[in-house]
T-cell receptor, first 111, second 113 residues
Framework: GQQLNQSPQSMFIQEGEDVSMNCTSS?????WLWYKQDPGEGPVLLIA?????ELTSNGRLTAQFGITRKDSFLNISASIPSDVGIYFC???????????FGSGTKLNVKP | EAQVTQNPRYLITVTGKKLTVTCSQN?????MSWYRQDPGLGLRQIYY???????DKGDVPEGYKVSRKEKRNFPLILESPSPNQTSLYFC????????????FGPGTRLLVL
């Protein structure tokens, strides 16, 4: 199947710092998505991107759909303790019913 | 309250003993899907369903079956579970026109001995 390479695997940051994570692939995708998973729960959609080059914000979160359609990044500004969790990138290709997920970035925020 | 429910939440079983994990959504969603989550691998799609009686394979369908007899329910069936199916399973649903906005259930943690 398709492979999404997500990095970093984990991050330990101080409250107030900005965070950046990204996803790359050797394949072209039509849609890039970013999810957050809190402990013991299912993922929740944060941002969806539909066009190459698109830059979308959701509060302190900003994500971009790479111009080559093979990558995406997520930035979190001024992190707070409730940002703690695992962030996943996901993408759709061709058949819009199939989804591929990255391996996740575990974010730890120290107050 | 709009939600996706899964049962059971935790299950310990033995190799070869058939089991079913139920999934139900109350949002009248057309699209439903099953994923497994393993450490270091993220979520991998097992099966999905576009609507009643319409199902198709995801990335890792081997060893699993699904059915969609009613719009709200999408059970995952393991006919003969094996230890490599020990995992955290998530069901998700979305409206047909916004499949990317999937709502995930709380997860089912399965251990196969």
């Amino acid at each position: 199947g398709q492979q999404l390479n997500q990095s970093p695997q984990s991050m330990f940051i101080q409250e107030g710092e900005d965070v950046s994570m990204n996803c790359t692939s050797s394949s072209i995708f039509n849609t890039w998505l970013w999810y957050k998973q809190d402990p013991g729960e299912g993922p929740v959609l944060l941002i969806a991107l539909y066009k190459a080059g698109e830059l979308t914000s959701n509060g302190r979160l900003t994500a971009q759909f790479g111009i080559t359609r093979k990558d995406s990044f997520l930035n979190i500004s001024a992190s707070i303790p409730s940002d703690v969790g695992i962030y996943f990138c996901a993408a759709q290709w061709g058949n819009f019913n199939k989804f591929y997920f990255g391996s996740g970035t575990k974010l730890n925020v120290k107050p | 309250e709009a939600q996706v429910t899964q049962n059971p939440r935790y299950l310990i079983t033995v190799t070869g003993k058939k089991l079913t994990v139920t999934c139900s959504q109350n949002m009248n969603h057309e699209y439903m899907s099953w994923y497994r989550q393993d450490p270091g691998l993220g979520l991998r799609q097992i099966y999905y369903s576009m609507n009643v009686e319409v199902t198709d394979k995801g990335d890792v369908p081997e060893g699993y079956k699904v059915s969609r007899k009613e719009k709200r329910n999408f059970p995952l069936i393991l006919e003969s579970p094996s230890p490599n199916q020990t995992s955290l399973y998530f069901c998700a649903s979305s409206a047909g026109t916004a499949k990317e906005t999937q709502y995930f259930g709380p997860g089912t943690r399965l251990l196969v001995l």
